[in-house]
Nanobody
Framework: VQLQASGGGLVQAGGSLRLSCAAS????????MGWFRQAPGKEREFVAG??????YTSYADSVKGRFSISRDLSKMYLQMNSLNTEDTAVYYC?????????????????WGQGTLVTVSS
């Protein structure tokens, strides 16, 4: 499975961006998917996850109420609102081993190349 993330860019604090992730195989539609991010000098962290059917979602506390994850079969999206400078990072999409997507990176076996989000003050 190959993943292609897109939608990153430069945005002012308070602005919005929508990230997209497309999986190369429809089999990804049977698996949970998730977004992670890695800021400079920091470890990769979980942002949001969504189950195979989109019914179950989970978010990091830092993005709850501001970010929204969704999917359409093997495509996944991350709507990011009220962005702040702490959201600056490379965002990665990933496909989980199972039908649900939790916060642990070990639960994912396919990763995209990342898309850079820069939030200016």
């Amino acid at each position: 499975v190959q993943l292609q993330a897109s939608g990153g860019g430069l945005v002012q604090a308070g602005g919005s961006l929508r990230l997209s992730c497309a999986a190369s195989r429809r089999t990804a539609s049977n698996n949970g998917m998730g977004w992670f991010r890695q800021a400079p000098g920091k470890e990769r962290e979980f942002v949001a996850g969504i189950s195979w059917n989109g019914r179950y979602t989970s978010y990091a506390d830092s993005v709850k109420g501001r970010f929204s994850i969704s999917r359409d079969l093997s495509k996944m999206y991350l709507q990011m609102n009220s962005l702040n400078t702490e959201d600056t990072a490379v965002y990665y999409c990933a496909v989980a081993h199972q039908a649900v997507a939790g916060p642990g990176a070990s639960g994912y076996n396919y990763w995209g190349q990342g898309t850079l989000v820069t939030v200016s003050s």
